[in-house]
């Protein structure tokens, strides 16, 4: 029997992981410098080839590559050529900023991860692209250069370990981003499996906002054969696994073959063999937490059949338990609202701040302060209709479905009553849960900082993970944290595009739960945003 389908595993390392006030002050763990893990992949026998790094303006404000959603191709051809590759690989993982501190130097990224450690790797899957021969190739962010592990077309891996997913049959390139567990946990340890979905989400929400100017489709896929998505890539899946895979753009050649030609498919799969490249070892010694290791057997797909299911196309018995009544198009298990109702007053296309997304990730950087200076009811309503139009991914069909539910503590938006809020999607609508001067538990439900203190709204990610997990089996773990870490990247641009600042926090999961409730009764925290006019700091 599958594993996927028995949840205690996604269960017990929720549990396990949890932070409290606690959990914090009794972990004896400390950081160690001497060990700390190189922040790249340096793969010692490959030269990479660089790739231009000129930034193309593609002139869309952020504001709309986040929210739009491109048509789906009938038989228009879109396919990036190097360029376009190089730009969407920049403005996802490139190294955009550089700081050194006494220790050595940080490499900062373009999108924002825990503790700058940066685990997310991306490794590409393509046919022949202009400037860019067929083949399998790892991203390497500080030369900007790609390494060519395997020469040739290797997607129909790709399309018989998705079970036949359209977008990855359809696609000229698709983008594998794979998690290295010490290069996270060395610092946040076990609760490192729960980043893998932050992390690669907000990285994801770039990458998305950046194909979307670029005019290209682009679609998320979350399920897919473990084994032969880390065989194509050949990683050591002890350390380094494929997290989720991204079919970008459409090829009208290929859609018009059926998908998954299975018999070349088989051939490929004989045909990959290890490749045995020898890679820098990350530190002097590694330290295994099998918690996650657990977690991540117990949540992966071992066959294509088994995929096709787990997406959603399988029996019609099932459709009950589909994400469309777990999320809907809205929020569908909300309660209807029983306090005071307010209605968001987001800014209209035409009025909209016009600035660029390639501007807007380049300034991105996460807030360190915040001012106690008020946003407009304007601003927040902005952020979040902008970041809630809908995530393209095979664990949110129909398009618009949402995991995650959104509750926030405003403190300082002109015109909104200081409290606690649930958004209500489907209406556009805030329903106030109670009124007050939450500051301080804001900062204390933040693991005791004083950004989430000083913020103008703290935005928490919760989710009833019983329904999910019943639905998408362990799986649905990995795709509820990255949900919620595309739609924080998200709330991040939606900052950053009106000029103010955003960052990601950590929390103490049961207090946010009990600070929510009776409304949040039962549901789990997921991630937290916080969102405010940041105070200029020295980097
Ligand atoms: C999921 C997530 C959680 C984070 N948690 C915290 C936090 O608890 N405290 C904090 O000061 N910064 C937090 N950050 C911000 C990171 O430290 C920051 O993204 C990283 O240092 C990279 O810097 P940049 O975002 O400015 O590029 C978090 C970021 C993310 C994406």
Redesign the pocket.
Known sequence: MPTNINADAAWNYHEATKHSYTSVRTNPHFLDFGNQPLPFKIYTSLEPSRMPIEVRQTGVAALSAIAARLPDPVQANAAPDLEAVAQLLYLSAGI??QRKYSGGE?Y?????????LYEVELYLVCGDLVNLPAGVYHFAPAEFGLRQLRAGDYRSVLVEATGGEPAIAQAPLTVVCTATYWRNAWKYQARTYR?FG??NG?LLANLLAVATALGLPAKVVCGFVDATVNRLLDVDSQREVAFSLVALGHDSILSARPAAPSETAARLLTDISPLGFETVPLSRNEIDYPLMREMHAASSLDSPEEVAAWRGDAAPGHTEMRPAAIGGTGMTNLPPPAGPIIQLTPLFDAEMPRDPIEQVILR???S?QFARTPISLTQSSTMLDRATRGIPADFLNPFGSQLNHLYLIVHAVEGLDSGAYVFHRDHRTLECLKQGNFREQAGYL??E?Q?PADAAVDTFFLADLRPILQRFGNRGYRAVQLEA?IL??KL?LAAYGQHLGA?????FDDDVTAFFSPHAQGKSAI??VAVGHGVKSK?
Do not use: E, K, M, V
């Open positions: 955009t900023r940080i900062f990224r373009a999108a924002a991860c825990t503790g700058a980043h932050w992390d907000t991105r950087g996460s360190r933040g693991l900082q950004l870490g924080g990247g991040y960052t990601g926090l950590t929390f991630f937290l980097r």
